[in-house]
């Protein structure tokens, strides 16, 4: 990992691409700005999901979906 990519309390983390750019997307249009602004949305959409049970059930259902858009989705 670059230096640039580092951020103390912070590890990497793999999401689709289709999801990473989504996360862009809404970055851009909440009006607090600051340089790592989608790490923090991206750790308090996982807090979120993993302190809320509805919401825990939810991320569940969206990763079995997930899960089958992966197998279906060919590799290079």
Same mark, same amino acid.
Request: hydrophobic share 40%; no cysteine.
């Given at each position: 990992m670059s230096k640039s990519n580092l951020e103390p309390g912070y590890k /990497?983390?793999?999401v689709? @691409? @289709?999801t =990473? &750019? =989504?996360l862009q997307e809404f970055r851009k249009d909440i009006p @607090? =700005? +600051?340089l790592y602004q989608e790490r923090r949305l991206a750790t308090a959409a996982l807090e979120y999901c993993l302190n809320d049970e509805t919401a #825990? #059930? /939810?991320m569940l259902e969206t /990763? #079995?979906?997930i899960v &089958?858009? +992966?197998l279906e989705t060919t590799r290079p």
């Open positions: /990497a983390v793999l689709r @691409e @289709e =990473k &750019l =989504k @607090e =700005k +600051d #825990r #059930r /939810a /990763a #079995r979906r &089958l858009l +992966d």
